[in-house]
C-alpha cells in the first residue's frame, strides 16, 4: 500500500502532474498565439493528449480555470515581518501577487474576467480574496483600527486593478501598475495609527480609466 509521500512520488502521481503541467503549459501557448485557451480540444491536441483525458483532469472548464490561477500563485508572498516598514512590506505583498500574473500576462487576461463570473470558479475566487485578505491583515500594525476593514479595502482595490488590467484598460506589466497605483490605497489603510492617533474613514476605491 502506498501512502503519504510516497504515494506523491510514485509513477502514476509523477505521470499524473506531468500531465495537468502539459495541459496548463498549452493553455499558455494558445493564449499567446491569440487562440482560445481553454477550448479543450485545442489544449488536449497541443499538449499530446486526448480529449477524453483532459475532462478527467478537469471535468469542467471551471476546474480548469481554477488549476490556471492557482499555478500562477504557485509562490506565495514571503511572510510579514522580515524588518520592513508596514508600508513597503504591504505593497510588497501585493507586487508579488502581480508578478505571478504578468509571468503569463496572455493567459491571465483570458482566465482573471471568467473568473469574476458566477459560479464554482468565482466562489473559489471569493474563497482565494478571503484568505488574502487575512494575510494582508497580519501585515498591518497591531494599532491599526480595523484591521479586517482595511486589509478587505486594499485586497478589493487590488482586484478592481487586475481586473481592468485584464481587459486591457491598462498597458504594461501589472506589477508596474501596482506599484504605481497601490501606494496611495496602503497611506489610507494606515492613516490614524499610532499613539493617540484618531482613525480617518478610508479613501473610495478610484475607477479605473
Known sequence: MVRGADRATSPRALRREATKAALLAAASTLAERGEDPLDPALVASL???????????FPTRGDFVEAILAS???????PAGDG????????????TLARGLDANAALARVVIPVSHL??????ARTQRRLAAIERVAQRLPADVPDR????????DAFLGMQLAWSKGQVAGRFA??????????IRGALAGSGPGATAKP???KRKET
Do not use: C, I, K
Request: charged share 25%.
Open 176 to 185: 508596474d501598475r501596482v506599484r504605481q497605483d497601490m501606494p496611495w490605497a
Open 148 to 155: 479586517g476593514r482595511r486589509a478587505a479595502f486594499l485586497m
Open 72 to 78: 500562477m500563485h504557485a509562490a506565495p508572498p514571503r
Open 118 to 123: 458566477p459560479g464554482p470558479v468565482s466562489d
Open 47 to 57: 499538449a499530446g493528449v486526448s480529449r477524453p483525458l483532459w475532462y478527467r483532469y
Open 202 to 204: 478610508l479613501p473610495r
Open 84 to 95: 520592513h516598514e508596514p508600508a513597503a512590506d504591504v505593497l510588497a505583498f501585493f507586487v
